[in-house]
């Protein structure tokens, strides 16, 4: 019999690649892919070639018979990397069937599908892990220490503005992330990440959210104003490839080749559709004023045609201001290059204490996707035994939760203008896991 955690995976997609390589290689003395699962036949037996490749006979099986897999294989642990849209059936019915869940960001796209969740897990008692790798990359893990160890005190409010690089901002258009009823919009696909990094930060929760937001850039009139009058739906053959700065040609990329292109006729997906499509139904420009439970307030804006990408993230204390500025190298989903590199230049990190000289923090640095964060949140949730953790970053079914009802909320008060409460969207949540940060009543002697 062999000890080592079985797990199968539904989504064979490209982010879905990190988890099924790391199982048939880093990981593979202790834990073991043992089904694959997709919509797509021809994404399937790619993953099932990719186990080949490493030695081993991986089955994969059609989407419709995912409870057929847990039932032959009998996984310990279902890993959920599938359109955002269905995160919630498979992660309810690998709990349902007895297994644990793994799930990529975001949990969930509407409030519906993620109390479907909060209460699954509530009735069966498996866990559910949501892979937040941000919290994980070491200058994210540096701002939460300054935090915890006091450094600017009690916070008491957050700026927050994330750039998306014109190029990788442009790729969410093009994508099945361009329609709502998909990816819930940029406020919960994207913002999920940092409206995780905050809440994790703060180890607080949101409770009410009003926000703006609307599509300015990728639009048809942007188009007519570059002169893409003759512009068809997708990139592979448009007449105004030879001149339009957007134009992806998937040829060009052996890796969204073979993932996309070579598999369209399976199920009709076109990665490459045009990004000033009237089709389109997600915001560009996003403006958002969140509260929190502790009383902190966050104002928060996303654009997705930036000159370049990252974010800039600064905390407000009673002692003090700490600003983090960090600048990421820019990717297309599936190129086969590392996604979001944190950049030396561009990325820093200053302490203004009250009534002292600031000063600027050496920034601690971390190789790989997510500035460092992917190698680092693949140890914790396949090694055996995992490292001690102060800063607790594994999260669960509630982070996830509270991560995406902000974007939730926030999509809510775009359509109807008005403040959103968490409490009306999802009950019986619970609290997060968070590690304690400085008392409000800490005294502050004057020197």
């Given at each position: 019999m062999s000890s080592r955690t079985r797990f199968a995976q539904v989504g064979c997609s490209g982010r879905g690649a990190m988890y099924r390589d790391a199982l048939l290689r880093t990981y593979a003395d202790n834990a073991e892919l043992v089904g694959v699962c997709d919509i797509n036949p021809g994404r399937l037996q790619l993953y099932v070639q990719a186990a080949r490749d490493s030695g081993l006979e991986?089955?994969?099986?059609?989407?419709?018979?995912?409870?057929?897999?847990?039932?032959?294989?009998?996984?310990?642990?279902?890993?959920?990397?599938?359109?955002?849209?269905?995160?919630?059936?498979?992660i309810c019915?690998?709990?349902?069937?007895?297994?644990?869940?793994?799930?990529?960001?975001?949990m969930a796209t509407d409030e519906k599908k993620c109390q479907h969740i909060i209460d699954t897990q509530r009735k069966t008692g498996k866990k559910c892990t949501v892979t937040f790798n941000y919290r994980y990359s070491p200058a994210r893990t540096q701002v939460k220490d300054l935090l915890m160890s006091g450094a600017i005190g009690e916070v008491l409010s957050v700026d927050f503005n994330w750039l998306l690089d014109i190029r990788h901002g442009a790729d969410y258009f093009r994508r099945w992330h361009r329609n709502k009823d998909n990816s819930g919009g940029?406020?919960?696909?994207?913002?999920?990440?940092?409206?995780?990094?905050?809440?994790?930060?703060?180890?607080?929760?949101?409770?009410?959210?009003?926000?703006?937001?609307?599509?300015?850039?990728?639009?048809?009139?942007?188009?007519?104003?570059?002169?893409?009058?003759?512009?068809?739906?997708?990139?592979?053959?448009?007449?105004?490839s030879d001149k339009c700065p957007f134009h992806l040609d998937l040829r060009a990329h052996e890796e969204m080749r073979r993932l996309y292109l070579d598999n369209e006729q399976h199920d009709g997906y076109f990665r490459d559709r045009c990004v000033f499509s009237d089709q389109i139904d997600i915001e560009d420009t996003m403006q958002l004023v969140v509260a929190y439970d502790n009383g902190v307030q966050m104002s928060y804006s996303l654009n997705a045609f930036m000159p370049w990408e990252g974010m800039i993230i600064s905390f407000n204390g009673?002692?003090?201001?700490?600003?983090?500025?960090?600048?990421e190298s820019v990717y297309l989903s599936g190129d086969g290059t590392t996604p979001g590199e944190f950049m030396a230049e561009g990325t820093s990190l200053r302490v203004f204490p009250h009534f002292e000289s600031p000063y600027q923090a050496e920034v601690w640095r971390g190789e790989g996707g997510h500035g460092g964060g992917d190698e680092r949140l693949l140890?914790?949730?396949?090694?055996?035994?995992?490292?001690?953790?102060?800063?607790?970053?594994?999260?669960?079914?509630?982070?996830?939760?509270y991560s995406i009802l902000t974007g939730i909320a926030a999509n809510r008060s775009i359509q109807t203008g008005r403040q959103i409460l968490i409490s009306d969207l999802c009950q019986n949540i619970g609290q997060p896991d968070y590690p304690p940060m400085p008392s409000p009543d800490e005294p502050m002697p004057l020197k």
């Open positions: 991986v089955p994969g099986y059609p989407a419709e018979d995912f409870d057929r897999m847990i039932a032959e294989q009998k996984p310990d642990c279902v890993i959920v990397t599938t359109k955002d849209c269905h995160h919630d059936e498979y019915r690998a709990m349902e069937l007895g297994c644990d869940a793994i799930t990529e960001k975001p940029l406020l919960v696909h994207k913002a999920t990440h940092h409206f995780d990094i905050v809440n994790w930060s703060l180890s607080g929760v949101p409770v009410s959210v009003f926000a703006r937001g609307d599509r300015k850039f990728y639009t048809p009139k942007t188009a007519q104003r570059y002169g893409l009058d003759n512009r068809s739906e997708r990139c592979l053959d448009c007449p105004e009673s002692k003090g201001r700490l600003e983090s500025v960090a600048r140890d914790d949730i396949f090694s055996p035994t995992p490292p001690e953790d102060k800063y607790k970053r594994a999260a669960d079914q509630r982070a996830g939760a």
